[in-house]
């Protein structure tokens, strides 16, 4: 695995297509082998009935219903070995198997990024985590992780099952792991059985659910086992967005949002106790820049064996477990570069750029923090209606700053894409500061190269067409009433 580097930060607007501009990104090494090597060749996708198609039609999302259900799960084991006292996570089961080269030859240290501080006999806390891995042609994969008892009662030492797929769905896999961790305790034919049946299903469009047959090991009789996919669509569905304000004021979430738009290093910390808490908190801040990406390196959860990845000198976004700090301290003591380090442990900055608090324009500060403190005694109901409610006041400001990019639009090498310097000069007076900023980091150069095309930015092109319209009937009642 390497740090590899991107564009220049003198260099902001890149005139080129999409898959040509560079990115920083945390990236897996290609493997030697190839990808397709494994040892169970894959059931054909079940076909979707035709109410689910007209359904995702409708949402505009039908591009996933043809990649399987999950590309890879596995059961990642520890073993000592010889002479040496740390604990190594290792492969113990993969389905579909793999034969040859593992093309995820760093999956286990995800899995268990804490397994320096795990002992024999220390109990086991049944936690839920994920991660994400950056390949070398910038394919993001998600894996999801359960930790569980081992079944063999001679072992003290726990296990994590982890799902390994190309869709970011927290509700959707959180669902497959439950029964997972139900079938961990009868057998390992119980669950490569329900394995068997759920790998064939296609994932569902938002909203959609697909069923799957299970054996009941209790009463020897097939039973439909069904899981929806959330209706937000895969841009909300791995974050939990009203956590955020279990663990920051609304002010560190402000200061925060500001330092992720601005492409910072970010460092956030905590217990190894705590790695549910650390993978959600990351995710949920990067999640937050909508229709922007962050597009530099990016770790929810950073095991110990890669912690030099703190002192970096390029922007990152980084969940690291505060007992490993330490190791790399003299480091980012003598290190120049400034860092935001927020540490949940103690619900502090124990870092800072020092200019956090003026980084958004003071309007957009009080109508952000205005309508948070509106919304915060109504959270924690509903983890989907929680997320849109909250992501809807940050993609309002995002609108403000980016909705009027449709008068900007160029042709260029066939493909339409944002000309900056008018857009800039269009921009609202008290946001161009602001925005003048945002244009020189990688986040805007992507977001300005490929907004023309369809895809992920649908979701930002209809609220601006929502937000048109209402401004439209809101000046024509003004006019007529």
Request: charged share 25%; glycine share 4%; proline share 6%.
């Amino acid at each position: 695995m390497s740090l590899s580097s991107g564009k220049g930060r003198d260099q902001p607007n890149v005139r080129s297509r999409p898959n040509s501009v560079a990115t920083t990104q945390f990236r897996l090494p290609s493997p030697s082998q190839p990808k397709s090597n494994t040892g169970d060749k894959r059931p054909a996708l079940k076909k979707v009935d035709r109410p689910t198609l007209a359904r995702a039609k409708k949402l505009g999302n039908t591009d996933t219903l043809d990649i399987p259900f999950f590309d890879r799960i596995v059961i990642v084991s520890l073993k000592r070995q010889e002479g040496k006292d740390d604990l190594t996570p290792y492969v113990s089961y993969s389905f579909p198997k793999v034969t040859g080269q593992d093309p995820s030859p760093f999956l286990p240290l995800f899995c268990f990024p804490d397994s320096k501080r795990i002992t024999e006999g220390q109990s086991v806390l049944t936690s839920t985590y994920s991660f994400v891995l950056t390949e070398v042609t910038g394919d993001k994969q998600y894996g999801y992780c359960r930790r569980v008892k081992s079944r063999d009662k001679k072992s003290a030492l726990p296990q994590v099952y982890c799902v390994v797929s190309k869709l970011g769905s927290l509700e959707l896999y959180n669902v497959l792991l439950d029964k997972l961790a139900e079938l961990h305790a009868v057998s390992e034919a119980a669950v490569h059985g329900f394995l068997s049946a759920t790998i064939s299903l296609p994932i569902p469009a938002p909203g959609c659910r697909v069923r799957a047959k299970q054996l009941n090991h209790k009463t020897g009789r097939l039973e439909d086992v069904e899981i929806e996919r959330p209706l937000d669509g895969a841009r909300l569905e791995h974050v939990e967005l009203n956590k955020l304000f279990q663990w920051f004021t609304i002010q560190q979430v402000t200061e925060l949002f500001g330092s992720v738009l601005h492409e910072r290093r970010i460092l956030i910390s905590c217990s190894h106790h705590h790695l549910a808490k650390l993978s959600s908190c990351v995710s949920s801040l990067a999640t937050l820049i909508y229709p922007l990406k962050w597009e530099c390196i990016y770790i929810p959860i950073l095991p110990r064996q890669m912690i030099e990845a703190v002192t970096a000198p390029t922007p990152y976004l980084i969940g690291a477990m505060t007992e490993d700090l330490p190791a790399v301290k003299r480091e980012l003591d003598e290190d120049t570069e400034p860092l935001l380090h927020f540490d949940l442990d103690t619900a502090s900055f124990l870092r800072s750029y020092g200019d956090e608090r003026s980084l958004l324009p003071p309007k957009s500060t009080s109508m952000i923090q205005n309508e948070l403190q509106s919304l915060i005694p109504c959270l924690h109901q509903d983890m989907q209606a929680d997320n849109t409610a909250i992501s809807r006041i940050f993609l309002t400001f995002m609108y403000k700053l980016l909705g009027h990019y449709k008068d900007h639009l160029i042709e260029f090498q066939g493909a339409r894409e944002l000309d900056t310097e008018p857009y800039l000069r269009a921009t609202r007076r008290y946001l161009r500061p602001l925005a003048e900023r945002i244009s020189e980091t990688q986040s805007f150069g992507i977001f300005s190269v490929s907004i023309g095309e369809a895809g992920d930015y649908d979701q930002f092109k209809n609220f601006t067409e929502e937000k048109l319209a209402n401004r439209t009937q809101s000046v024509f009642r003004r006019t007529f009433s």
